[in-house]
């Protein structure tokens, strides 16, 4: 059985209850990927300030898809 499943948001989240959450009706799931980044202070010779990311919901999930 195959299920896929992707979310992108904004808010915090726990990461134990996700994946017990995904766990819980077939504890034999065995892929599930996160991503989690930092910025780095430097960037070619300059201070980091700041970092904008931006997506459009819809196209970003269809294009991970």
Same mark, same amino acid.
């Given at each position: 059985m195959q299920s896929d499943f992707i979310r992108i948001q904004e808010q915090d989240f726990d990461l134990t209850a996700e994946? !017990?959450?995904? +766990? !819980?009706?077939d504890p034999r799931v065995g892929a599930i990927v996160n991503? /989690?980044?930092? /910025? +780095?202070?430097?960037?070619?010779?300059?201070? /980091? !300030?700041?970092m904008t990311?931006?997506?459009y919901p819809g196209m970003t999930e269809k294009s991970l898809e």
């Open positions: 994946v !017990k959450a995904l +766990r !819980k009706d991503f /989690v980044g930092t /910025v +780095r202070d430097m960037n070619d010779g300059s201070q /980091v !300030k700041g990311l931006e997506h």
